[in-house]
């Protein structure tokens, strides 16, 4: 079975920074290409990194461009998303997700999903 697992979320003043980490288990899954997701209260949910399997590739959306990093341990498949410069916007639930075969910002494309961490920035 696949299991998606984050953590690393808090609360923290705008201009803080904080690292989140998405444990990946499951055969076939150390390859598997990563995306980070985010989902406000109210709101849809929207992709904010993506990483491919070997790590060479990294996307972001426009919003979190410069101040967000997403990374991958190539020993144990764990993905990073150190985020700094934080803004109030940045508030919502961050949902880590696996692909087998894409790598990119379309959620159909992820297979498979965690739980969330919350992300709490205060103004």
């Known amino acids: 079975q696949v299991h998606l697992v984050e953590s690393g979320g808090g609360r923290v003043q705008a201009g803080e920074s904080l690292s989140l980490a998405c444990k990946v288990s499951g055969r076939f899954m150390l390859n598997a290409a990563v995306g980070w997701f985010r989902q406000a209260p109210g709101k849809e949910r929207h992709f904010v990194a993506s990483i491919s399997g070997r790590g060479h590739r990294t996307i972001y959306a426009e919003p979190v461009k410069g101040r967000f990093a997403i990374s991958k341990d190539g020993v144990d498949g764990t993905v990073y998303l150190q985020m700094r410069e934080l803004e109030a916007e940045d508030t919502a639930t961050y949902i880590c997700?696996?692909?087998?075969?894409?790598?990119?910002?379309?959620?159909?494309?992820?297979?498979?999903w965690g739980q969330g961490t919350q992300v709490t920035v205060s103004p």
């Open positions: 997700a696996a692909s087998r075969t894409m790598n990119g910002g379309v959620s159909d494309d992820y297979e498979f």
